[in-house]
């Protein structure tokens, strides 16, 4: 079965940081690119950070300096670090392989 489970969302005060998984199964892993998406209510998904295969990423100007995505193949695992968290990134996180196979989200509230 074809799946991505994310976890680790949260409530955190502003400054703060989290760890966000997201655990695949029925892919070849290795071979797709990862996203993590965020959705603020009221606002279009957007994209904000990407790691393909090789391990190239790339970040939305927003995050860049706060989040670090990475991934572990063996796992089958892909990572998004938030540090220095702001009320802004207060959304559902998705995490998508390959744009085709997305997951059902995490909230994540920034909020003192």
């Known amino acids: 079965q074809v799946q991505l489970v994310e976890s680790g969302g949260g409530l955190v005060q502003p400054g703060g940081s989290l760890r966000l998984s997201c655990a695949a199964s029925?892919?070849?892993?290795?071979?797709?690119?990862m996203h993590w998406y965020r959705q603020a209510p009221g606002e279009q998904r957007e994209l904000v950070a990407q790691?393909?295969?090789?391990?190239?990423?790339n970040y939305a100007n927003s995050v860049k300096g706060r989040f670090t995505i990475s991934r572990d193949n063996a796992k089958n695992t892909v990572y998004l670090e938030m540090n220095s968290l702001k009320p802004e990134d207060t959304a559902v996180y998705y995490c998508?392989?390959?744009?085709?196979?997305w997951g059902r989200g995490t909230q994540v509230t920034v909020s003192s």
């Open positions: 998508s392989a390959g744009g085709v196979v």
């Open positions: 029925g892919i070849i892993f290795n071979t797709y690119t």
């Open positions: 790691i393909t295969s090789g391990g190239t990423t």
